[in-house]
């Protein structure tokens, strides 16, 4: 079955830099990769995502990119923001809906 | 439109017990993916429902188990509880049911195995 990796597992990055969360793949028959932030005892919320059709996507102060023949991808926040500090997950998709997720990053976001 | 609903949101059980957990979906959602999320194995997956018919298992035992029911509401039932078996439920509806569709998260039931 599909296993994703993530790394680092925490970061800590002052107030306006720029934070760079990677992530690997092992099924190449994945397509589908999101993006989600969970805040301390809140629900999983999709932040962005990318199909594999597209190496880049960006909205707003996140974007992610995409390459299909290392089989990673990554997340760039930046400009970050207190309010981004939260634990983020990456998750690939083979087939309709079945999400296997990375272990997650824990970024802490100092004022 | 209304979020992802789950019921209970939390749960205590005793081992050997069985347990039903409930998720609606967003209206017009006919997707419904099971998660379990654990602070040692992460986010899991454990099956997903749509149109009544289940179309993905991840690595679970039998004794976790669900259907969908027309309307597009999913239960799952977890038999035999376990003390491992602790942990929070997350439920994800999706409006497509083709892989890429976007997944959105209900609240989660949290399960204590005693």
């Known amino acids: 079955g599909e296993n994703v990796e993530q790394h680092p597992s925490t970061l800590s990055v002052q107030e306006g830099d720029s934070a760079v969360i990677k992530c690997t793949y092992s099924d190449s028959a994945s397509n589908y990769f999101p993006w989600y932030k969970q805040e301390l005892g809140k629900r999983p919320q999709l932040i962005i995502d990318?199909?594999?059709?597209?190496g880049e996507k960006k909205d707003q102060r996140i974007a992610v990119t995409l390459n299909k023949t290392a089989k990673h991808f990554s997340l760039h926040i930046t400009e970050t923001q207190p309010e981004d500090s939260a634990v983020y997950f990456c998750?690939?998709?083979?087939?309709?809906?079945?999400?296997?997720f990375g272990t997650g990053t824990r970024l802490t976001v100092i004022p | 439109k209304a979020g992802v609903t789950q019921t209970p949101r939390y749960l205590i059980k005793t081992r050997g017990q069985q347990v039903t957990l409930s998720c609606s979906p967003i209206s017009g959602h006919r997707s419904v993916s099971w998660y379990q999320q654990t602070p040692g194995q992460g986010l899991q997956f454990l099956f997903e429902?749509?149109?009544?018919?289940?179309?993905n298992k991840g690595n679970f035992p039998g004794r976790f188990s669900g259907r969908q029911f027309s309307n597009s509401r999913s239960e799952m039932n977890v038999s035999t509880l376990e003390l491992g078996d602790s942990a929070l439920y997350l439920c994800?509806?999706?409006?497509?049911?083709?892989?890429?569709?976007?997944?959105?998260f209900g609240p989660g039931t949290r399960l204590t195995v005693l």
């Open positions: 990318i199909r594999s059709n597209v």
């Open positions: 429902y749509f149109s009544e018919t289940q179309r």
């Open positions: 998750a690939a998709s083979t087939g309709a809906n079945n999400l296997f």
């Open positions: 994800a509806s999706s409006s497509a049911g083709t892989s890429g569709a976007k997944q959105f």
